[in-house]
Each structure stands twice: as structure tokens, then as C-alpha cells.
């Protein structure tokens, strides 16, 4: 899914000139967020709005700071400040604060049962933080629950969907709870089904989708009236690769759409792939943040991997490159049939290759690697939550 590029208007019908970076021009060729009366101004023309998806009746997606829904305006849409969620005797969060500035993708990412899921909850309003402040579009999770409600969409783990209606139906009902039209709901649904690649599925129940399809029009569904905040706990978890490449490109979109996203994942590609920044938690607490390339130099430098031919040459390499770096800096790879060494510039890689050369070592492989982000979610995992960076 693609959303289409188009100048935007102002809902009356003026359009604005084009923006020069571009990046609120993206829209769904659908009637705009927070515009829902106008549903009613062309009710002959509702069912042929996406032929006219250019017509001076669609309107942009707005940046938040255009929204009249009255929303206080504020440069993070999420902040958590020291949030604590106690089961019994059991702290399934432990303290966890971070910010997500407004028009940004943040990744939450961590292991099975590292309180992510209860973190999200609490941002929702679904669960009541033990201690701690939270923040959605400048409204407070305890007390301004009803406008927190208003101001996001979440996908949880699981689709909450109903199986018995059609993906349109489920649409439309969506489009009804939140206050449209029928005819403006109806309309409505068929540009997220077009927007979403859903219209063909349209008219079959829920309950027979796949699982890719059940995300998209799960996720659609909570883009009916324009989010503030869109919480996606989990999205990929158990799709195939090309449904989880669909809902990539859905995040990517909501990214240029300027909406605000949170995102939990226990893939590091995704995180490093759709994420501005990326929070990593841990057994309830937060143990790193920055952006992928932020976390990878926190963990570990640039290193020089050498794979010799033979993997009976391994021993032979270790003499060679002796010096280079510390003794247990230089490492063997049993897996790779590699050796590493820290390697801070070319300089390195240069005198492996001509150390090599001398000692007549034939090589199948050389060059420098950064670590992966894999190697980092290991490495910060693996330590004992209370060797974090906090
Ligand atoms: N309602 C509950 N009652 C008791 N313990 C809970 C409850 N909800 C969550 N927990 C526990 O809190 C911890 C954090 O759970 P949470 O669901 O937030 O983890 P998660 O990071 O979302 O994990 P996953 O990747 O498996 O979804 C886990 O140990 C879980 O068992
Ligand atoms: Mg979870």
C-alpha cells in the first residue's frame, strides 16, 4: 500500500500550494481527518469518491499541529516518565520513561515478557500505571483518559476484529462508532479498502482472512478518523514475509503521513528498518535507547572479519595477526570459520591483508563489518537488567 501523493486542501475546497518538503502531502484519496460533517456536503458524490480522489473534496492528512480537535500541541506525542505496573508481587515494569516526538516511529523492542505489551497498555489507558506519569498528545493517561481515547489508534497483539462481519462491515461499523455517516462511513471504507489492497477481500467474512489480510484491515480500521498516536503492539508477529512486508510499508506510510507511532517488536530488522529511534527494554526497565546506528556503536566498533580458505589456516592467521590488537580482542569464530579483530579504519584491514599475504595464508573473505543489531540485542539482553544504562 502506497498512499498516493496529491496536493492537499483545506477541507473548503482551497487548495494550499504544495508543500516544499513534501512530507504532508500524503494522503488517502479520502475525505480528511476530523472533517467528518463534510460527509454530508456531496451525498450523491459519497460513493464515487475514489474515482475523484482528486477532486477538490479530498482532503490531506493534516499535521498534528493543524488539528483543531484541540489537542494541545506539543513536540512529544508520548511521554513516559518512570511508569510502574505491579501484578502482585510481580513488577512487570519497573520504572520506564522515554519520549516519542511528534510525527516520529519509535521502536519498543525486547524479549518475550520484557513489559512491553503492559507498557503499551498503560500509554492506551487499558491499564492503570502503579506509579509514574504518562503523556498522549499532552493528555494524561489517568487523568484525561477520554481525551487519551481519542487521540490513538492500537493494535494489540491480537486483531480485535469481529469474525462474523465482512471487512467492509467491520469497517464501516468502525466508521459508525466513531461518528461518521452512514453513507460517510460506507464511503469511508471503501477508500481504506482501495488504500489497504483490500477490495477484492472486501465482501468475505473476517473470520476467513489471512492473517496478513486480518492485520490490514485491522490496522485500517483504526485509521478511519486520524490517530494522534498509533500503538502497534506486535504487528508482524506470526505473518509470513510478505504480510509482514505489507504492514512495513503501512508503517512507512503513517511515518509520512506525520502520525506518530509507537511500535513494539522482538525483530531487530524491523525496529532498525521502520524505527526513528529505538527504546530496548528489559525485564521492565529500559536498558538502552538511541537510533539503530547509536545502539550499534554503544555495544561495539567497527571489527575486520578474515575468512581463510582453509579453516586449517585458522591457527596459522591467529600467529599472524598477532599484536594487532589485544590478545582476547582477537577472535576466533567457530561457527564462521572466521577471525575478528577490532578495527577502528581501513589502516586494519590494510595490514590483515598484507600480514596475510606475507604468511602466504589464502583468504575467501575480508573486510570490515559493523555489528549487527542482532549483536547488540544479545549483548544488552544478556546482561543482568541491572547493568543497564540507567
Ligand atoms: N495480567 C497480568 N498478570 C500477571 N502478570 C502479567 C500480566 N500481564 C503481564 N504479566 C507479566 O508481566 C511481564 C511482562 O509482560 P508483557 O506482556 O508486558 O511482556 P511483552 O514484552 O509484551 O512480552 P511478549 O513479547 O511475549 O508479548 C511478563 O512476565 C508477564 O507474564
Ligand atoms: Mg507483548
Known amino acids: 500500500m502506497q498512499p498516493r501523493q496529491g496536493r492537499p486542501s483545506h477541507g473548503d475546497g482551497r487548495h494550499s500550494a504544495p508543500d516544499p518538503d513534501g512530507s504532508d502531502t500524503y494522503r488517502f484519496p479520502v475525505v480528511a481527518y476530523g472533517e467528518s460533517d463534510r460527509v454530508h456536503r456531496h451525498p450523491d458524490r459519497a460513493s464515487a469518491w ?39 508481587d510481580f513488577t512487570a515494569v519497573d520504572g520506564i520513561s522515554f519520549t516519542v516526538p511528534t510525527g516520529s516511529v519509535l521502536g519498543l523492542l525486547g524479549p518475550n515478557g520484557a513489559g512491553k505489551t503492559t507498557t503499551v497498555n498503560m500509554l492506551c489507558t ?20 477520554a481525551d487519551v481515547r481519542k487521540s490513538i489508534m492500537l ?11 465482512t471487512g467492509r462491515e467491520n469497517l ?49 480500521c483504526g485509521l478511519v478518523v486520524r490517530p494522534e498516536v498509533v500503538f502497534l503492539d506486535e504487528p508482524t508477529t506470526g505473518l509470513d514475509p510478505r ?32 524505527s526513528d529511534r529505538i527504546v530496548v527494554i528489559d525485564k521492565g526497565r529500559v536498558i538502552a535507547e538511541g537510533t539503530a546506528d547509536e545502539l550499534k556503536a554503544q555495544v561495539a ?12 589456516d585458522l591457527p596459522r592467521l591467529q600467529d599472524a595477526l598477532a599484536g594487532l590488537a589485544a590478545e582476547d ?62
Open 50 to 88: 475514489s474515482e475523484e480522489s482528486t477532486s477538490a473534496e479530498t482532503v490531506a492528512f493534516r499535521r498534528p499541529a493543524e488539528s483543531p480537535e484541540g489537542a494541545p500541541s506539543t513536540s512529544n506525542s508520548v511521554v513516559a516518565d518512570n511508569l510502574v505496573k505491579r501484578f502482585g
Open 126 to 145: 487499558l491499564l492503570t500505571p502503579d506509579g509514574g506519569t504518562a503523556t498522549i498528545a499532552g493528555h494524561d493517561v489517568v487523568r484525561d483518559r
Open 155 to 165: 493494535t494489540g497483539q491480537f486483531a480485535a476484529l469481529d469474525e462474523a462481519l
Open 172 to 220: 464501516i461499523l468502525f466508521g459508525r462508532l466513531m461518528g461518521l455517516s452512514p453513507k460517510g462511513a460506507r464511503a469511508r471504507a471503501d477508500e481504506l479498502l482501495e488504500a489497504f489492497d483490500l477490495t477484492k477481500a472486501a465482501s468475505r467474512r473476517v473470520g476467513k482472512f489471512s492473517g496478513g489480510m486480518r492485520r490490514r484491515i485491522d490496522i485500517a
Open 243 to 274: 504480510s509482514r512486508q505489507d504492514v512495513w510499508d503501512i508503517v512507512s506510510s503513517l511515518s509520512r503521513l506525520h502520525i506518530t507511532t509507537l511500535l513494539t517488536t522482538q525483530y531487530l530488522e524491523e525496529a532498525d528498518l521502520l
Open 301 to 312: 566498533g567497527t571489527f575486520c572479519e578474515i575468512v581463510p580458505t582453509s579453516p586449517a
Open 329 to 390: 580482542q582477537i577472535r576466533v569464530d567457530l561457527t564462521r570459520n572466521s577471525l575478528t579483530v577490532p578495527a577502528a579504519g581501513t589502516d586494519v584491514l590494510v595490514e590483515v591483508v598484507r600480514r596475510t599475504d606475507i604468511a602466504g595464508i589464502a583468504l575467501s573473505d575480508v573486510g570490515l563489518r559493523r555489528p549487527s543489531l542482532d549483536d547488540v540485542f544479545l549483548e544488552l539482553t544478556d546482561r543482568p537488567a541491572d547493568a543497564g544504562t540507567e
